[in-house]
């Protein structure tokens, strides 16, 4: 018997609120309309986008087509699984070709030049009269033109602002085509403003926690799912419903540039924190949950970076054509995969599984053994379609990391194309190998042209039948994570509830504790920690000399405090004379190096290539590889990328004269040094001129005063070893963990990973006791 289906029309658009017979009441929300079901999901509309709703057994239904009859993707009640199939058996190509697409990073509102610029109505922002939350010209031509619907959010004004832009956007495609709503996503979001000043009974903008080195150097999984759930609460505040995240790539060379994102160098650890992660982010309880553990709570987490990424040949990274090579002198590419598939792939909640995967943009050279192919991961068939589908059977979305399709221009830039190792492809022909590995959608790529000329390249190879069904093979995992979060039933926020709940004091308390948590105290000589509040300090300044960031924009020369003196007063009195100081704070980050890549040297008529380096002072390689393992890009005439006999410059080298001055200027008088750690780093250059030394991964100035004047015990531990020298570094194989000599300081104690101390000592607990026997592997 045929289903009874009526349509609720656009009564009461004018009026606050109308009943509808005894389904519920429809409260009008600035631009959108809120229908409650009783005993089922609540439906959230733009009425300006056509959408009318249907009825069926007393309950309301989107009618997203608008053919006024009740299709299986508009039912709520169906499985996701379902819904998903119905609809894309009912989408065009163009609009899984759209579907495939991930955009261009959009800041909200769009920035006036630059790599990330856009305009309203032909002007920047500025100049336009437009609002913040207005939609800029491009993100208009990509949803409409090209049927985007997954958008990468940057910056945002406000919480307010960001629901806002979030309710415009997807009234304006609940209006096209099937009604297929945005699913927007983010990078990490949640670092640490370090001068900000942390109160307990205060909100912020949102709230600060560690990196994920500094989760890690918790070595407590509960912590990092409480992170999870907490983000994903402010994540869905701000309309975001996909983490590009947890980065879980182990850290096996200690140059690499992007260590700080990962959770540090040990597999089982790596594993268990990426499991947590996923776990808090993923899953929704109580009345947030919409069926098994996913819900309105639950954001997506795109686990990254398939295989591995650590493993970059001499620290490089893939980033830069300079970086392409993932190199495995040690055969340990397999133990890569253990945060994968013991742990983003076997969570212990409901969700199961991470929903996506992003594949690096690395060649893993020569780890082809059934094809021969030295080319990035997504392309590589053994890797995608032979390890991740067939062998360890994912089937969840796969996502390109971005720019992976375009054309490469220069092998030091990081704004340009990274289709490492089949540049000699046209771009839809690389469209086309991606698709046919079983990946299933595109970084970076706000344009749908290439990936129809990719479909029509496989309907003559294979035939219409073949591709239209592996297209609705990608439409339907892409699709389910749309549904299973319930944006298809309510994409709209509240701004002023998304005001109230993005930082609000209880998530800003959990971040600063977790921050207390991360800092792992290295050394305290003759017990110099912790210090007497309300004491005369010198604190020597921070010099930065003029020079690029990584997106090549300039950065000019600085001198200046390294923290905010203003929360440094209400713990000391701060002196700028040394003579006068009880103690001396010296405040300084890891070396910088850069990423092993000299312009000066390339342009000098060199390869260009030099070492990546972890200490301060000026270090020339000697008895380096050489030959290189990898090597070769069309943009150079030669494959050997040795840099034996090479010298690295640290950029910020004055930071080891702070310590070693103010050691001189002290005159005996303790010397407690605070080192911000990107990378494992030589302490040996410093270590003996400091009494005291605190580690930390990124947090606010305060905590680190809380913990130097004991108002909060050291209990974190380091999660990857610190080098005792350069040469330990040069020794060690880039693809294999914990490998490395790691420094003895003057007390004798070794920085090895898992070390720490607290006020009694180093410590040793059930933590010491699970993560630092030998280390996993699986080759």
């Known amino acids: 018997m045929r289903k009874k289906i009526a349509y609720v029309g656009l009564l009461g658009l004018l009026s606050t609120s109308v009943l509808f017979g005894q389904n519920g009441t429809e409260p009008k929300t600035v631009n959108w309309t809120k229908v409650t079901n009783k005993g089922g999901q609540t439906l959230g509309y733009a009425p300006a986008s056509g959408v009318k709703l249907l009825t069926d057994k007393g309950l309301s239904f989107k009618d997203l087509n608008r053919n006024g009859k009740l299709d299986k993707y508009e039912d709520w009640r169906l499985s996701a699984d379902v819904r998903a199939k119905d609809l894309a058996a009912q989408m065009s190509i163009d609009q899984i070709a759209g579907l495939m697409l991930y955009s261009k990073h959009q800041p909200i509102p769009a920035a006036p030049a630059g790599p990330f610029a856009g305009t309203y109505n032909g002007k920047v922002f500025a100049q336009s009269g437009a609002k913040v939350a207005d939609l800029s010209d491009q993100q208009k031509e990509f949803l409409t033109k090209d049927n985007l619907r997954h958008v990468l959010i940057t910056s945002v004004q406000s919480p307010e602002a960001a ?7 997807q009234a304006l495609v609940e209006g096209l085509g099937l009604g297929i709503p945005i699913n927007s996503s983010s990078d990490p979001r949640h670092g640490t403003r370090a001068d900000a000043e942390f109160n307990a009974g205060a909100g912020g903008a949102i709230s600060m926690w560690p990196g994920s080195l500094g989760l890690a150097a918790t070595f407590n999984p509960d912590l990092v799912q409480k992170f999870g759930q907490i983000a994903a609460t402010e994540y869905r505040a701000l309309g975001i419903a996909t983490a590009l995240s947890p980065q879980v790539d182990i850290a096996t060379d200690p140059r690499w ?3 700080s994102g990962t959770f540090g160098e040990d597999p089982k650890l790596a594993t268990d924190m990426a499991r947590a992660y996923i776990d808090g982010f993923q899953t929704s309880t109580g009345a947030r949950e919409l069926t098994g553990g996913w819900g309105y709570n639950s954001v997506n987490a795109m686990v990254k970076h398939w295989p591995g990424g650590g493993s970059g040949e001499g620290g490089r990274d893939a980033h830069y054509g300079y970086g392409k090579y993932a190199v495995y002198p040690g055969n340990n590419f397999m133990t890569h995969l253990l945060p994968f598939i013991n742990g983003a792939f076997k969570l212990k909640g409901k969700t199961g ?6 594949p690096y943009y690395t060649i893993s050279f020569n780890q082809d053994r059934k094809y021969g192919e030295n080319v990035g991961n997504s392309y590589n068939k053994y890797i995608i379609h032979d390890l991740l589908r067939t062998q360890y059977k994912y089937d969840g979305v796969v996502c390109t990391d971005w720019l992976i399709t375009a054309d490469e221009t220069a092998v030091d830039v990081f704004l340009t ?21 079983g990946v299933d959608q595109f970084g970076g790529n706000n344009e749908s042209g290439p990936v129809i000329a990719a479909y029509k390249m496989g309907v003559t190879e294979h035939g219409e039948k073949f591709m239209r069904t592996r297209f609705e093979q990608s439409a339907v995992r892409l699709l389910k994570n749309i549904f299973r979060t319930g944006l298809f039933e309510n994409p709209y926020l509240d701004p002023q509830e998304s005001q109230k709940t993005v930082g609000k004091s209880d998530f800003m308390n959990a971040g600063y504790q977790a921050q207390l948590e991360s800092v792992v105290m290295l050394k305290n000589k003759a017990k110099a920690l912790p210090l007497t509040k309300g004491k005369t300090v010198y604190i020597p300044k921070r010099f930065t000399p003029a020079g690029r960031n990584f997106l090549g924009m300039d950065i000019p020369e600085k001198l200046e405090y390294p923290v905010n003196l203003t929360i440094i007063k209400k713990y000391f009195t701060v002196t700028e004379n040394p003579a006068e100081a009880d103690y001396a704070l010296v405040f300084v980050r890891s070396p910088d190096s850069g990423g092993g890549y000299s312009i000066p040297d390339a342009k000098a008529g060199g390869t260009g290539y030099v070492p990546v380096s972890l200490q301060y002072g000026d270090y020339t390689a000697q008895g380096t590889r050489d030959p290189s393992i990898g090597g070769g890009d069309p943009l150079e005439k030669f494959t050997n990328r040795t840099y034996t006999g090479k010298t690295a410059k640290t950029i910020n080298t004055s930071d080891l004269g702070m310590v070693t001055e103010t050691y001189t200027k002290m ?19 410093f270590e003996k001129e400091s009494n005291a030394i605190l ?16 108002a909060h015990e050291p209990s974190a531990l380091l999660p990857m070893q610190m080098p005792a020298d350069m040469k330990t570094v040069e020794a060690q194989a880039e693809d294999v963990p914990r490998d490395m000599t790691s420094y003895r300081d003057s007390d004798g104690n070794v920085y090895d990973f898992g070390f720490g101390l607290n006020w009694k000592g180093v410590i040793q607990d059930a933590r010491t006791a699970r993560y630092k026997q030998a280390v996993m592997s699986m080759k």
Do not use: C
Request: glycine fraction near 8%.
């Open 163 to 169: 629901a806002e832009w979030n309710n415009n956007a």
């Open 353 to 358: 599984m991470a929903s996506a995967v992003m």
């Open 257 to 259: 540039n992007r260590v």
């Open 695 to 710: 580690a930390h991964f990124g947090v606010q100035d305060q905590a680190l005063l809380d913990i130097l004047t004991g």
């Open 417 to 437: 194309g990274k289709s490492w190792g089949v540049e000699k492809l046209t771009v839809p022909q690389r469209h086309y190998k991606i698709l046919m590995n």
């Open 667 to 685: 005159n005996g008088k303790p010397v407690i040094v605070a080192l911000q750690v990107s990378n494992p780093t030589v302490v040996g250059e």
